[in-house]
């Protein structure tokens, strides 16, 4: 006996529908294409399908399974859009087959205004000529005008035959020698090119290796921009963090000393020792020693042979040559690098001017000092001076609100408790219910002539927003804010949620304000008799 629903719908199902029925649906969802139906005819048989199914899938997945069984012309059109959710791409390919058919029925307009070609008119056939004709003539020229072959016709720019020079296709340029010989300039074959992967190599966090003397250069707060800057960066050597200077204007590459004593890299001699003079203090020094640094940034890795020196800037200076061997482009206003290593594009990034005065802190061997919280609160003789100076300015108040900046709970000073409590009925804590007395002054809201009232329909609220909205009714009904209207005029409410997290109540009163007789004063709008109202 069958005594609930779902016992009855599994009876039906079983009596009734097969058992391949399921596997027909997803095959037909699966196969399912636009063909000769519209847009909307074929997004309403998908969705259809998808409910008999009973599939549940995620929005992306819909989305593909709707892109792909779009027609091929609709489908290019919507791929190059951006299309956020399901209908925005549904519009966005009905748009595209509107647009397809205006294309469709231009071109057939263009067709029907061509003359029709008729299959059965007769072929152009010239006029016989009836002059008479010297047979000597014609001979007597044919005697003198050889014939000429075109196989015979020699090119005396690329030595081909066939065609003259002037009409040679072949672009090389034909070098005749003095001894009668002849070379060709060969036309190098175009290599394929290809884009290469695009990596941003950004500088290693991480404390540096050793400690420096800091640079002269001071830093210049809240200015991130890098147009008096050198490159400054951060790579890694033997799992160890370096600084990096690129400098175009340095004419060798340039390893620290204390930074190959230090990580133990191997040296060997100079091939041409030099002296150098602007590195340090110090005066002329000879440059012995040379060292392949294998350096890392990000993506980028690389050995680069550098010149041995004790130098105070930071651990490694890369100069012209790194830039020349690595057909390096830098952009002076981002103050990048570029340079295509291993069929990489890589993009080096420097540091920011707050991070390169971080790390000569490190390398002078002092403490970052923090920032210091901003302070926007004005003095008393900051206010004074400004009210002084008859100039305009905005003062920001804080209302109903007291800051302390050493206590965290700061007590009311004994002048403004007695303040509060001498205007203690004029700014209570909550309002009182009712409404205020009758004043003597009156005022009517007059509407346009002949205009009609704003009536809008019902509309669907979920039961939480409803039941937040009949609460917040029923508390202004209590306090007599509001009282019950027969009026037709009907405008939208909408909750909005504050920043605590409960619900403010505000009314669109656009309508209204449309046919409203424009006097001095505008309808106060009840949002903001609320906010007033410390709603």
């Known amino acids: 006996e069958i005594t609930t629903w779902e016992e009855m719908k599994r009876v039906m199902r079983q009596r009734f529908v097969p058992s391949h029925y399921q596997r027909e649906l997803h095959s037909k969802l699966r196969k399912?294409?636009?063909?000769?139906?519209?847009?909307?005819?074929?997004?309403?048989?998908?969705?259809?399908?998808?409910?008999?199914?009973?599939?549940?899938?995620?929005?992306?997945?819909?989305?593909?399974?709707?892109?792909?069984?779009?027609?091929?012309?609709?489908?290019?059109?919507v791929e190059m859009q951006n299309c956020v959710g399901l209908e925005a791409m549904l519009h966005k390919a009905v748009l595209a087959e509107q647009q397809l058919k205006r294309r469709s029925s231009t071109r057939s307009n263009i067709d029907q205004r061509r003359p029709p070609f008729n299959r059965d008119s007769k072929p152009f056939s010239p006029k016989p000529d009836t002059r008479p004709h010297d047979t000597n003539h014609d001979k007597n020229r044919s005697e003198r005008?050889?014939?000429?072959?075109?196989?015979?016709?020699?090119?005396?720019?690329?030595?081909?035959?066939?065609?003259?020079?002037?009409?040679?296709?072949?672009?090389?340029?034909?070098?005749?020698?003095?001894?009668?010989?002849?070379?060709?300039?060969?036309?190098?074959?175009?290599?394929?090119?290809?884009?290469?992967?695009?990596?941003?190599?950004?500088?290693?966090?991480?404390?540096?290796?050793?400690?420096?003397?800091?640079?002269?250069?001071?830093?210049?707060?809240?200015?991130?921009?890098?147009?008096?800057?050198?490159?400054?960066?951060?790579?890694?050597v033997q799992e160890k963090v370096c600084s990096l200077i690129i400098d175009g204007g340095s004419c060798t590459n340039v390893a620290s000393e204390a930074m190959v004593e230090k990580l133990g890299l191997q040296t060997k001699k100079h091939p041409k020792p030099y002296q150098l003079q602007w590195l340090n203090e110090t005066g002329e020094m000879s440059v012995k020693k040379q060292v392949v640094v294998p350096l890392s940034i990000g993506h980028y890795k690389d050995e680069i042979l550098c010149d041995v020196l004790p130098m105070d800037a930071g651990h490694i200076i890369l100069g012209r040559l790194w830039q020349s061997d690595r057909r390096v482009m830098h952009d002076g206003f981002t103050n990048r690098y570029t340079l295509l290593?291993?069929?990489?594009?890589?993009?080096?990034?420097?540091?920011?001017?707050?991070?390169?005065?971080?790390?000569?802190?490190?390398?002078?061997?002092?403490?970052?000092?923090?920032?210091?919280?901003?302070?926007?609160?004005?003095?008393?003789?900051?206010?004074?001076?400004?009210?002084?100076?008859?100039?305009?300015?905005?003062?920001?108040?804080f209302k109903d609100k007291l800051i302390g900046l050493t206590n965290h709970a700061p007590e009311i000073p004994s002048e403004l408790a007695k303040l509060l409590q001498d205007f203690s009925d004029v700014f209570p804590e909550e309002s009182p219910p009712g409404l205020p007395p009758v004043r003597g002054i009156e005022h009517q809201i007059d509407f346009v002539p002949g205009s009609a009232l704003p009536n809008r329909p019902a509309y669907r609220t979920n039961p939480v927003e409803t039941k937040e909205l009949q609460r917040k009714v029923d508390e202004l009904m209590e306090k007599g804010h509001i009282r019950e209207s027969m009026s037709p005029c009907v405008v939208p409410v909408l909750l909005v949620p504050k920043k605590d997290g409960s619900w403010r109540m505000c009314v669109d009163c656009r309508a209204i304000n449309n046919i409203t007789v424009k006097y001095r004063h505008p309808i106060p709008r009840l949002d903001d008799m609320l906010d007033e109202l410390h709603g």
């Open 341 to 397: 290593h291993e069929g990489r594009k890589t993009t080096l990034i420097p540091l920011s001017p707050q991070e390169v005065y971080e790390d000569q802190l490190q390398l002078a061997g002092k403490e970052v000092k923090p920032a210091k919280p901003k302070n926007f609160l004005a003095k008393q003789k900051q206010v004074k001076g400004s009210m002084n100076s008859n100039k305009p300015f905005l003062l920001f108040v």
């Open 145 to 236: 005008t050889p014939p000429t072959r075109t196989r015979e016709i020699k090119c005396f720019r690329c030595q081909g035959f066939g065609h003259y020079a002037t009409d040679c296709r072949n672009k090389r340029v034909m070098i005749l020698r003095d001894n009668g010989e002849i070379e060709s300039e060969e036309e190098p074959e175009p290599e394929k090119e290809t884009e290469p992967d695009e990596y941003e190599a950004t500088p290693v966090a991480g404390r540096l290796l050793v400690a420096r003397r800091i640079l002269s250069t001071q830093l210049r707060t809240e200015q991130d921009e890098q147009r008096e800057n050198l490159f400054h960066s951060r790579c890694l």
């Open 32 to 77: 399912l294409t636009q063909g000769t139906k519209t847009v909307e005819e074929y997004f309403q048989e998908m969705e259809v399908m998808l409910l008999r199914a009973n599939v549940i899938e995620d929005g992306e997945a819909t989305m593909s399974r709707f892109l792909g069984g779009l027609n091929r012309e609709i489908q290019d059109i």
